[in-house]
């Protein structure tokens, strides 16, 4: 609209309609006036004078114009006027869409305290879009801050932000001094993880929590109950060392206790002490390890304890008896480290500890077992459940025991009995040599040393009675079934005498299979015995003349030689007897008991009439000396014995 000239006064008024009053219409106009003529002074400055002017003005102006417009006319005149028609016409639009949203924001801003008064003014588009009440209004108190309290306001809140700054900046230090130490708290921690990792330790996250490292302090081929447990958390504690956490099963330390009871008195085995706090973390774990494994190794000593009555092995209360060597028995039971355990030296003790290793290595031994039974090719399957076998913990000692005790019967009844032969005369000796089964080459070596020292127990005896005479006894201790000593015997050489007079005994058509020692003893004495009698038949066989009706032979009792004399009639036998003496307490007390041998002189018919005993003694009296019956004491040997007969 540049065309137009800014003083053209513009009317617009609205049409006229019939419920229009007088009243609307002058204030219509009063209103129209004062905003045309607002330099002017408005409807007050409006005049009969000042309209007349105007008017001549307009006049005298139209005048001078008409003639320059006719003169001066362009053909555009049209085209600027329909311009300036859009123009307006645009901005009358504009006018108009700017009054009625003017008008539905003034509605909708009445509508929260006059609902019905400002419905009627709100357009339908508004009333569909938004619901009445939305927007509220209320009067506000104007300021009352003047300007010193601007400067004050301005300085407080200058204040404040150096304030904040300045905790901001102490945060910052704090978190970097918290960042630091939990650095070095956490390095702290790693190192101690490392050093448990180095020390092989097995290190790994616990199943149940992904981000939590754990050690495997247990065994994995121990019962389900500790297998369980086999696993401690490794937690990082406030100053950085680790705390060892074993979850609700925790327990106080506990260790098993071996005591020998002799004499009474106990020697005991060395219960380790109880670590303080702040012991280093490889200490601990260890103790922790060491507690479950004395868990689990008492529970099977328990468990085996009630299969092996036969032996008298007992479990009463809190602890378990078991026969040990003579005279002193074997105690085991499971004690706390946080107990105040006394203990007094005692000759015994190295002996109660070494017992206390042998069952922490049976039980090691016995994992192993098991190991090798959960890896090997499984068997088809069947309805039968396979359950799990008691470990041999006590049996291997029981077996161990009687083993030693069958070699300490071998000794105190060689012993004597070869000292004996030695001071009559006779070349007679004794030799043991253990013999090696043949065992398991997959197994290590560490495991077929234990396997030898607890199983397949055999020892060789060889007793030499004379050059031609030699008895073998062969001790075979087994671990299962039964854990008890059997013996073999047999004779050598191939042309030993004593094959055909006195055999070995048989069993189940097993030659040679005794299983009590009193029958090994009886055996050895009367085999001795006849030994003894086919060297005196030999010895006055070469004496006498073979072509003589008179002459020694042999009897059906093989200790027995017998001589008749056929010229005098006199029949002479003389039968070898060798047994401990009454004196002698028995072996199972006293090992060492005394072997007695000797001879019974019969002679029958003729004047030489009567019975003579003879006994060689030995154990308290010296070597060669003869008792003749008659309580006279004389130092002789066979030779002379044999000499003595001859004469007679």
Not at 269 to 285: M, Q
Not at 526 to 549: P, R
Not at 583 to 611: C, D
Not at 624 to 643: A, I, M, P, S
Request: hydrophobic share 35%.
């Amino acid at each position: 609209m540049g065309s137009i000239s800014p003083n053209l006064p513009i009317s617009l008024l609205p049409w006229d309609s019939a419920a229009s009053k007088p009243g609307d219409i002058l204030g219509d106009a009063v209103a129209r006036i004062n905003f045309e003529r607002h330099d002017q002074n408005g409807f007050r400055g409006v005049t009969e004078e000042s309209l007349r002017q105007e008017i001549a003005d307009e006049e005298a102006g139209l005048e001078d114009g008409s003639s320059v417009d006719e003169d001066d006319e362009s053909p555009d005149r049209l085209k600027e006027l329909n311009a300036a028609r859009e123009e307006m016409l645009q901005l009358l639009g504009r006018a108009d869409y700017d009054a009625g949203i003017a008008q539905d924001f003034l509605s909708l801003l009445l509508s929260k305290t006059q609902p019905h008064t400002a419905g009627q003014t709100v357009s339908e588009y508004l009333k569909q879009a938004v619901p009445l009440g939305t927007l509220g209004m209320d009067k506000v108190a104007s300021s009352m801050v003047t300007e010193a309290q601007k400067e004050d306001e301005k300085k407080v809140a200058k204040g404040w932000k150096i304030q904040n700054l300045n905790k901001a900046a102490d945060t910052i230090l704090a978190s970097a001094t918290r960042l630091q130490k939990e650095m070095e708290v956490e390095t702290k921690y790693w190192e101690e993880v490392l050093s448990i990792n180095d020390g092989g330790w097995a290190v790994c996250r616990i199943p149940q929590e992904k981000h939590t490292l754990g050690v495997r302090l247990g065994f994995l081929e121990g019962t389900a109950a500790f297998k369980n447990r086999s696993l401690a958390a490794l937690r990082r504690g406030q100053d950085g060392n680790i705390i060892l956490d074993q979850g609700v099963a925790v327990v106080e330390p506990k260790a098993l206790r071996v005591r020998i009871y002799s004499d009474g008195q106990f020697a005991s085995s060395n219960v380790p002490e109880l670590l303080a706090n702040d012991a280093p973390i490889e200490s601990r774990i260890l103790q922790a390890r060491n507690t479950l494994f004395s868990l689990e190794l008492w529970q099977e000593l328990a468990r085996e304890s009630r299969t092996l009555l036969a032996f008298n092995v007992h479990l009463q209360g809190d602890s378990i008896t078991c026969p040990f060597t003579t005279g002193k028995i074997l105690v085991l039971d499971l004690v706390s480290l946080t107990d105040n355990i006394s203990k007094s030296s005692h000759p015994d003790d190295t002996l109660a500890q070494a017992m206390y290793l042998a069952f922490n290595l049976l039980l090691t031994y016995s994992h192993r077992e098991s190991h090798r039974r959960r890896t090997r090719v499984p068997p088809p399957l069947d309805a039968t459940k396979e359950e799990r076998p008691t470990y041999s913990l006590i049996r291997p000692l029981v077996t161990r025991i009687n083993h030693q005790r069958a070699l300490e019967y071998t000794h105190a009844l060689m012993n004597p009995l070869v000292q004996a032969l030695k001071s009559s005369g006779l070349a007679a000796s004794y030799s043991q040599s253990t013999q090696t089964t043949s065992l398991d080459l997959d197994i290590s070596a560490t495991e077929r040393t234990v396997r030898s020292l607890i199983d397949d127990l055999e020892v060789k005896t060889v007793f030499n009675i004379m050059p031609t005479v030699a008895i073998n006894i062969i001790s075979r201790t087994k671990l299962l079934p039964f854990s008890n000593t059997v013996y073999e015997v047999t004779l050598s050489p191939s042309d030993c005498p004593l094959l055909v007079t006195c055999p070995p005994p048989r069993r189940f058509d097993v030659d040679g299979i005794i299983e009590t020692w009193q029958q090994i003893e009886e055996y050895v004495l009367f085999a001795t015995s006849c030994a003894l009698a086919h060297h005196l038949l030999i010895s006055l066989s070469s004496e006498t003349d073979s072509s003589d009706d008179s002459r020694w032979q042999s009897t059906a009792q093989p200790n027995m030689v017998r001589y008749r004399n056929s010229i005098t009639g006199v029949t002479t036998q003389v039968t070898f007897r060798i047994e401990r003496i009454p004196e002698s307490v028995g072996y199972s007390s006293k090992p060492e008991g005394v072997i007695r041998w000797g001879a019974v002189r019969e002679s029958t018919g003729g004047k030489s009439k009567g019975r003579k005993t003879e006994w060689f003694g030995f154990g308290g009296r010296k070597k060669g000396v003869w008792d003749d019956g008659d309580g006279q004491e004389v130092v002789r040997t066979l030779k002379d014995f044999v000499n003595d007969i001859s004469r007679d």
